[in-house]
C-alpha cells in the first residue's frame, strides 16, 4: 500500500471534494479516483460513499482514515528525526468566521495559535453564517464560528459563546430617554441581518406579525454596512452590542431603551472531527478561551460564556 494513495484518502477526507483534492495534489480527478479505487481493492471495502449531493466515509473508511493517519504521521515522524508524530501539525487551518467574531475576540485566538505552534498558518476567511456552513459542507474549511452549526456526518458542534442583543439607532432617528413600546419600533425602518439567519429569523416573532418581514425591513450581509446605516439614521436594529461599543462611547449610536428585549444570540463552533483531530481540538479548545477571555472584559453583560 503506497503512502500516495493513503495521504490522497486522508486529504479526500478533509476536503470531500476531489477535484479540491486533485488540484492540492496537482494531478487530475481520474488519478484521484484511480488511488481511491486501489485503496478500496486492497482493503476489500469501500471507503467513500458518493452522489450528487453526498459525500461521506463509510465506517470502513472512517477505521481507514483514523489508521492512515497515524500511519503517515510516524513516517513523517521518522523523516524529521524521530520526532514525536504527535507533536506534527498540519501548516495551515482554515479557519471561517462571521464578522461579529473577526472584529472581537478572533485577534486574540490567532495571535495564541501563534504562540503556541509558530509554524502553523492560519488562513480566515469572513463571511455570513449561511455560506460558511455551506464551505464547510464541501470541505472548504477546518473549522467555522457562526450563528448555526453545520450539520453532517464527521462535523462536531460546540457553544462558544453569547452575544447580548440591544436595539440601537442614530441620535437623528431616536430619543435615548424614551421608552419605546414593540409597536412603536414596528413603525420605524428596521435594518437587519440576512434572511436564514437567527436574527432575521427572530424579527417576525418578536414583534408577533409576519407583515415586519415585508414592511420597512432592510437586510444586509455587512456588519460594517448595517452599523454605518444605523449612524447615517436610516433605521434602528437589534444588533450585538459588543460589536457597536466603539460608536456607542462617541455617541454616534444609542441604545434604545426597549419594552420587550430582543432575545441573545449564541455563537457556535463547529469542526471536522475526521482529520488532524490534535490540531482541531486545539484551535477549538483555544477558540473557548480567547471567547472567554473577551466576555470577561465586556461591560454590562455584553458576551458571556455558557
Not at 54 to 68: D, H, M, N, V, W
Not at 155 to 174: E, H
Not at 271 to 293: F, G, L
Request: aromatic share 8%; with cysteine.
Amino acid at each position: 500500500m503506497r503512502d500516495l494513495d493513503m495521504r490522497t484518502f486522508v486529504l479526500l477526507a478533509r476536503t470531500r471534494h476531489f477535484g479540491r483534492a486533485a488540484e492540492q495534489l496537482n494531478t487530475t480527478q481520474p488519478a484521484i479516483s484511480s488511488r481511491l479505487t486501489t485503496l478500496e481493492q486492497e482493503l476489500g471495502c469501500k471507503l467513500i460513499l458518493r452522489g450528487n449531493r453526498e459525500f461521506r466515509l463509510t465506517p470502513e473508511g472512517e477505521r481507514a482514515l483514523e489508521a492512515f493517519q497515524d500511519i503517515l504521521a510516524t513516517i513523517e515522524g521518522l523523516r524529521n528525526g524521530g520526532q514525536d508524530p504527535q507533536t506534527l501539525m498540519p501548516e495551515v487551518v482554515r479557519i471561517g468566521a462571521i464578522d461579529s467574531i473577526a472584529s472581537t475576540w478572533m485577534p486574540h485566538l490567532i495571535e495564541s495559535l501563534h504562540r503556541i505552534e509558530p509554524k502553523l498558518r492560519v488562513e480566515l476567511t469572513v463571511d455570513s453564517t449561511v455560506r460558511l456552513v455551506s464551505e464547510m459542507a464541501r470541505g472548504e474549511f477546518d473549522l467555522v464560528f457562526g450563528l448555526d452549526p453545520a450539520i453532517g456526518d464527521g462535523f462536531r458542534s460546540f457553544n462558544v459563546c453569547v452575544w447580548q442583543m440591544i436595539w440601537a439607532g442614530s441620535p437623528k432617528l431616536i430619543d435615548k430617554d424614551r421608552t419605546y413600546s414593540v409597536d412603536e419600533l414596528a413603525s420605524m425602518p428596521i435594518i437587519t441581518f440576512p434572511k436564514d439567519t437567527p436574527p432575521y429569523r427572530q424579527i417576525a416573532p418578536y414583534f408577533q406579525n409576519e407583515r415586519i418581514l415585508a414592511s420597512k425591513l432592510t437586510s444586509s450581509n455587512s456588519l460594517f454596512a448595517i452599523i454605518n446605516l444605523l449612524i447615517d439614521g436610516f433605521g434602528v436594529s437589534a444588533i450585538p452590542s459588543v460589536t457597536i461599543q466603539r460608536e456607542l462611547d462617541r455617541g454616534l449610536l444609542h441604545p434604545m431603551k426597549i419594552v420587550k428585549p430582543f432575545p441573545p444570540m449564541p455563537i457556535i463552533g463547529t469542526y471536522q472531527s475526521t482529520t488532524h483531530q490534535d490540531i482541531i481540538n486545539m484551535v477549538a479548545e483555544q477558540a473557548r478561551t480567547s471567547a472567554s477571555m473577551f466576555c470577561e472584559n465586556t461591560a454590562n453583560g455584553a458576551a458571556w460564556t455558557i
